[in-house]
């Protein structure tokens, strides 16, 4: 499975919607798709499991749709902090696979 | 609070072995599948291995098939990778996480092991 993610960089401003996309070289079971942000120098975080159910925590301006072979992210009224690296994750029968990324920047 | 601490990382000769552990603490280990994630300076996040909460199933990515092997110790909650044969190009931070629904729900903070002569 092949995932490409696009943008590859967004840059906004705070106050603005993103919107990010990812598209999988196979259809599978929606239920299979997550989001996660990444901040330098920090671990992922969780932000959507199942395309569409936020992990605890994460706040409702992010929100994740999407089924078959396309998924979108996305964030609304961007806050400071959503500046960041978002990965796509399709999981496998016996394996992850991550999309190469899109950065978001101010 | 679940949390997740790598350890053992560090520069490593090529074709020489290492092993990464991972200590898990505020959940019920012994319920959860694992996973090890790595990221190469720069670069994006690259699935390395699974295994299933009993460790009875592990299942790698193809560039690390047949040179690492995860395993775990329930009774320590403690998560493991050993890695052999290593290349420059496993030069990476190392991270462990849990296995959610169909996610890897938490993670650590990672190990930077650097392959290098």
């Known amino acids: 499975i092949v995932l490409t993610q696009s943008p590859g960089t967004l840059a906004l401003s705070p106050g603005e919607r993103a919107t990010l996309s990812c598209r999988t070289s196979q259809s599978d079971n929606s239920n299979y798709f997550a989001w996660y942000q990444q901040k330098p120098g920090q671990a992922p975080r969780l932000l959507i499991f199942?395309?569409?159910s936020r992990a605890t925590g994460i706040p409702d301006r992010f929100s994740g749709s999407g089924s078959g072979t396309d998924f979108t992210l996305t964030i609304d009224r961007l806050e400071p902090e959503d500046f960041a690296v978002y990965y796509c994750?399709?999981?496998?029968?016996?394996?992850?696979?991550f999309g190469q990324g899109t950065r978001l920047e101010i | 609070q679940v949390q997740l601490v790598e350890s053992g990382g560090g520069v490593v000769q090529p074709e020489k072995s290492l092993r990464l552990s991972c200590a898990a603490s505020g959940f019920t280990f012994s319920t959860f599948a694992m996973h090890w994630v790595r990221q190469a300076p720069g670069k994006g996040l690259e699935w390395v291995a699974v295994i299933s909460f009993d460790g009875n199933e592990e299942y790698y990515g193809d560039s690390v098939k047949g040179r690492f092997t995860i395993s775990r110790d329930n009774s320590k909650n403690k998560l493991y990778l050993q890695m052999k044969s290593l290349r420059a190009e496993d030069t990476a931070v190392y991270f462990c996480?849990?296995?959610?629904?169909?996610?890897?729900?938490?993670w650590g903070q990672g190990t930077l092991v650097t392959v290098s002569s």
């Open positions: 996480a849990r296995d959610g629904r169909w996610s890897a729900d938490y």
């Open positions: 994750q399709q999981y496998g029968r016996s394996a992850i696979t």
């Open positions: 199942g395309a569409s």
